[in-house]
């Protein structure tokens, strides 16, 4: 059966809208677009972390002038865009190990710096840092504090998909609660991922003072661009998480990827912010509050919360954490974020720009 | 080859009293080695070091279990440990006290020939110069008299080198005091 | 120009000379002293165009070193020990990556037990991780080997691993004689990367390699590691062309025409060799020193040309393959294949324990007299302790060779 065609004339939805003005649409929807990572590469069908990866190179090439380095850790992106000899990347890349892209990415940004200085130059090429949810918030997590307590000018980029995809889909610290994994495995008292666990890496990259902190998804590639190039406006480290789906490991149909990145955000489930020095700065709104079921139904993940067997307790308290994002970041249009303490470093660098 | 091992307690200099005294003989133009003796001590544990004087290049890195002098900058270690140990017949004994040799070691007067086991109140010198308890310039300074290997002159410079200013130029009067005091005894002996 | 330094200020001088990009610092005893001045030079200003980078554990140290080579800079790292190990996975991924890095290891063992003193338990771990190993016997030979090192690395296209022993060359003050600016511009001229991330000719590094290539890429590094002898070798020579000083090299022969019994040692033990085998000669026993310098790659032809036609061989092993033997062994009867000398093996020098003049006299006359019962002897071993702790096994060891044991039990109530 093929599926319905849908057509939106008006409003921001339809990034490639041809009745906006061309400066209104997403650069994903520009024949210029540079394909950072081009056609060709080897990810499964739908995959989120590689529609999230292109979105924020491309926007990030443009903002430098195709002045990038991209240093990847090991995981799905890395795997499936450089299987030797062939290469999906447009743009200098190196992959080293699991766990320390966001030092190697520190390690580039000095050579980047003294090569410009030793040959004269006034162009210093820009260091992205990037990897999975694994590679970031636990065996990566170290090298990444390390490199935001430096400060050090890279923007570290972690397309969180909540769990070990290239392994086969394990837990790691980013798993939300419930949810199935090969290691969360849906059986017991508490079936799926422990409650009460994992740890919110935005929040304690914002700890660490940073000049810019991030979240986004890949349902909307405007907002995502945006923070690409704020990002790169700025110098030190920086740090944007963006929800990229897998349909593997979610067990979501691939043609729905864009559509659960936008139920994530639109239940509340993972909130959509930016931060500055420490303090959030803006909110993504949610447009039509979804109840989190909507966005919970569609994922094998949590096949467990629906249907006749489900346990209503569980939903509810999966409602109740995303009542609880909505009212902590001001996720409705008139709410005021709470207010979350600010790192002392963040005054400095603040004062010191 | 001169064969020098110094005692004392973390935090008194033991390790740089060593390297200024290799760093004395160096501007002198002999080779010379310092080390320590490598151990992760804390402030107020007992301390080793070496150093070692010779007129060809010293490729030997054994720790020193002969030693031709010995150095004591703290005499509470004479109690604790057998810091004259592998002491050769012909060395050289310097202790940081006030007191005479025949008083608080007996035993190693008789055992070395006269006059090379000697006395200095070297942190006494040191707080009237230096104003804290630093005995390794005025130690060294004792030895050079001692044993006329090195000048005290050296052992001033090397310590202005280390440190210049204020700091080195109070070690090297320091040292001088220590030096003319052990020459005096010498003379009188 | 001859300076009275302690050994890491001199590594620090040398690698300054040498002109880095990015130097990565982690702090662990005893390399740390070597870091703390190179980082006083950047920060003083006399080292220009260099970025030092405090860091938070050796693994990002090294990680932070493959990104600024990666990035085309020349750069450099130090460690030990545990930190060593903390990295190895890095130290792989460097080799595999070809980037020149230098890194200097101040050799002290691995625990538990803990213990911060030398051996080279730490270096010889990473001897298949595709580095260059060079070893040094002394502070000057140490600070001659970085220039070099940064020159062969360079070259070949591999990174290299200068091993020197912890504490006992890192923290002795010895005359150093360090080479003039000029001097080591001329020898090693400013850094011009074959290969590295740049906008304008974009490259990816670090592919995925399946079965079908993977042996393919193995081979061609194993080639790639088996050329640098000659490049070692060639480049030793310059440097003795311009300093005329006889640093680094594949191995070095101290006393070795008509020796009756040759000792094979790698670090700072062969100057204590030199001092013990010379009065041995006086008192009419002949016998050589054969310094390893190069472990990895291991000098196979140079090995079994300076072993000759010596009956008797001798390896003085600072670490200890558990299960298996000494880790040299293997390595030296590979290079005398076919001939019928007699090679033992003596593990000694563990943890710190002085490998002492008496230590070497002791071997010679192992060999000499015959007294080797097996391949492998534990030398210098404190035989009470083990009786003790071995009796009710009704196990007994015969009186070792320790001529200085009391002398040295002394001096150990003197540190303690």
Known sequence: MLDEVKFYQTGSKTIGNRLLNPSMRAEQASIDRHNTLTSGHRACQGCGEALGARYALDTAMRVTNNQILVCNATGCLEVFSTPYPESAWRLPWIHSLFGNAAAVGTGLAAAARVRAKKTGSNVVPRVIAQGGDGGTTDIGFGPLSGMFERNDDVLYICYDNGAYMNTGVQRSSATPPAARTATTQLVGAEPGAEWGKGKDVPLIAMAHGIPYVATATVADPKDLEYKIEKAMSYHGSRYIQILVPCPLGWGCASNTTVTVARLACETGFYPVYEAEYGKITSVRKIRQKQPVENYLKIQRRYAHLTGKKADPKILARLQAMCDQNIKQYGLMSDDVPETVPTAIQAFERESNI | ?189 | MLEQIEGSLGIAKAVALCRPGAVCAYPISPQTHIVENVGKLVKEGSLKDCEFINVESEFSALSVSIGASAGGVRTYTATASQGLLFMAEAVYNASGLGLPIVMTVASRAIGAPINIWNDHSDSLSQRDSGWLQLFCESNQDAVDTHIMAFKIAEEVGLPVMVCMDGFVLTHAFERLDIPEQELVDKFLPEYQPKEFLNPDEPISMGAMVGPEAFTEVRFLQQRKIASSLEVIERVSKEFNALTGRNSGGLLDCYNCENADVKLIIMGSSVGTAKDAVDELKEQGINAGIISLKAYRPFPYEAMRAAIGDTKKVVILERAFSFGARGILYPEVMRSIKGLDTQVNTAICGLGGRAVLGSTIKGLVDYALNDKFEDELTWFDIDTDTLNSYLKDKGISFPQGPISEKQLEASLKGAKA
Do not use: C, W
Request: aromatic share 6%; glycine share 8%; charged share 20%.
């Open chain 2, 1 to 189: 080859m001169l064969q020098i091992r110094l005692h004392g307690r973390g935090g008194q200099g033991v390790v740089t009293a060593a390297e200024m005294l290799s760093l004395a003989a160096f501007l002198e133009g002999h080779f010379a080695q310092a080390f320590p003796s490598f151990g992760s001590e804390r402030t107020g544990a007992p301390v080793v070091a070496y150093a070692r004087i010779d007129d060809k290049d010293i490729r030997t890195h054994e720790p020193i279990l002969k030693p031709n002098a010995v150095v004591v900058q703290d005499r509470t270690l004479l109690s604790a440990l057998d810091v004259f140990a592998g002491l050769t017949e012909d060395g050289y004994a310097i202790i940081n006290s006030a007191d005479d040799p025949k008083v608080i070691v007996p035993e190693l007067v008789e055992r070395l020939p006269k006059g090379h086991v000697l006395t200095v109140p070297a942190t006494d010198f040191a707080m009237q110069k230096i104003g804290r308890p630093l005995p390794g310039a005025p130690m060294l300074a004792a030895l050079a008299a001692a044993t006329n290997v090195f000048d005290l002159n050296s052992v001033q410079k090397s310590f202005q080198t280390r440190y210049p200013g204020k700091v080195g130029d109070a070690n090297a009067e320091t040292a001088a005091l220590a030096y003319n005091y052990i020459k005096d005894k010498i003379k009188e002996a």
